[in-house]
Nanobody, 126 residues
Framework: VQLQASGGGLVQAGGSLRLSCAAS????????MAWFRQAPGKEREIVAA????????AHADSVKGRFTISRDNAKNTVYLQMNNLKPEDTAVYYC????????????????????WGQGTLVTVSS
């Protein structure tokens, strides 16, 4: 299984970025997906999650109204659209796939996700 994240970079506060995560080696359309982030000196936290069908999503309170997770099962790709970025959004962002297929819970702890991408750095300057 491979998860390849891309789209990170340096952006000014108030700007936008779209992260992508391309999956291979697993039946993508049957696995829930999520984006986590880890800032320097902080624990990894979940940012957003989407069900295997794409019909349900969940977003952390800190990003609600600014970030949107989505997926395209035909392209085996999950996205994170990030708008109105803030300096506190600076972190390495990781995509992750659920530990099993057709899980009904959307989101959760990092140990509920089995497969991880390599991370992409997002830096927001003030």
């Amino acid at each position: 299984v491979q998860l390849q994240a891309s789209g990170g970079g340096l952006v000014q506060a108030g700007g936008s970025l779209r992260l992508s995560c391309a999956a291979s080696g697993l039946p993508f359309s049957t696995y829930g997906m999520a984006w986590f982030r880890q800032a320097p000196g902080k624990e990894r936290e979940i940012v957003a999650a989407v069900s295997w069908s794409g019909g349900r999503t969940a977003h952390a309170d800190s990003v609600k109204g600014r970030f949107t997770i989505s997926r395209d099962n035909a392209k085996n790709t999950v996205y994170l659209q990030m708008n109105n970025l803030k300096p506190e959004d600076t972190a390495v962002y990781y995509c992750a796939a659920d530990y099993r297929s057709f899980r009904t819970v959307v989101g959760g702890r990092s140990d509920e996700y089995l497969y991880w991408g390599q991370g992409t750095l997002v830096t927001v300057s003030s």
